[in-house]
């Protein structure tokens, strides 16, 4: 992935205005969002999810610091104010009760060390982009892999950029799986395992069709939402799975749904009305991933439309991961002429919608929710209501 030169200039003023005007970059790590397509929480639970990078990156970009003290200064200014610090020696994260880009910073350091990667020290580096935070858009997966290639001395496989931005995450509170970084780092629309982190390349043809996400106002933070609760259900219905049944499976993922189906019918002893639901979640889901591959592979998106939809509804009664505020936006997306699918996507609790809608309908459904939606709750359709493109994987230059 290319950063234009006119961008490239605007990051380095951007360095220029906060560490001074001798600051001169010597390498820019560029990472894309993603699309989460189908398999909303699955991947650590080892299933397949469908997903693709997106034409909005994040870059971040690194000059020699003057300090001789080997600490690493970083500036984003889109999202936290001022100018922060870390100590590489010690890198600690902050008590702000949110996650910022610098403990994200401190929490890439920490992830290199543990993989014996040698980290690059005595930096100023200013991050900028186009991801939108707390859009579902996986804005700290996008920054976590940046930075990895930034600060990482050696040249790293995929896979290690994938487990050390991952890694990060988790240090930060976080404990996501790793399809984030995977669609990140490879570009692209790709099938993920969750349970191998193996990927294969896709190359959907979407026709007159494209692919929408609306913002519906309420910020979510992974770290601070029912996420990690989500996590530690999975863990305990494995478990209560492995004790309880002769199915020898290292993932939920891995249970196909004829099998969950028998399980379920003479769980209710041992498996409680919640676990079952998380359960039923992510095997039902799986199988929509699978079908929604087979209907790429057709190009047949009035049914990839109709799983889109199959699985926001999963994830809001059975995951219970999504918000009202959500639904109701899917709700009025669904009510629009020219959508084929809408649904919840990313971690949940808030977020965007995501939506499959004829390329002929995209002004007539931004204009309907402007008025239905947006402006009632201060948002405006230009800022809200993203259609995105799917882009190239991340890359690392060396500008010297």
Known sequence: MGLVQDDHT????????????????????????RLELLGNHVDYNGGLVLAGAIDRVIHAMSGPAQSADGSIRLHAPDVQPGMATV??????????????????????????????????TGLDIVVSGDVPVGFGMSSS???????TMLLAETELTSKEIVAIARRAEHITGAPVGAMDQSASVSGGVILFDGSTSDIE???????????????????????????????????????????HTDFDVQHLGEIGLDAWRSIEASSESWLSSTLRKRVHHVVSEVDRVRQGVNAVTARDWVRFGELMTASGRSSATNYEISHPVVEELVSRLLEQPGVLGARMMGGGEGGPALALIHR?????????????????????????????????????????
């Open 10 to 33: 605007s990051l380095e003023r951007k360095g220029k205005a906060a560490f001074g005007s001798w600051w001169t970059p010597d390498s820019l790590a560029t990472a894309p969002g």
């Open 87 to 120: 100590d590489p020696s010690a890198p600690s994260l902050g008590d702000s009760g949110s996650t910022r880009p610098s403990d994200y910073l401190a929490g890439i350091i920490q992830a290199l060390r543990e993989a014996s990667v040698p980290v690059r």
């Open 141 to 147: 997966a996008a920054l976590c892999v940046s930075l």
């Open 201 to 243: 390349r896709l190359s959907p043809q979407l026709g007159e069709y494209v692919f929408a996400v609306a913002n519906s106002g309420v910020h979510h933070a992974l770290g601070e939402s029912a996420y990690p609760i989500r996590v530690q259900e999975s863990e305990e219905a494995l478990t209560l799975m492995r004790e």
């Open 360 to 400: 002929d309908s995209v002004d007539d459904i931004r204009d309907s929710l402007e008025r239905s939606f947006f402006e009632p709750r201060g948002l405006h359709a230009e800022e809200a209501f993203e259609v995105c493109s799917f882009g190239p994987g991340a890359v690392v230059r060396r500008l010297t």
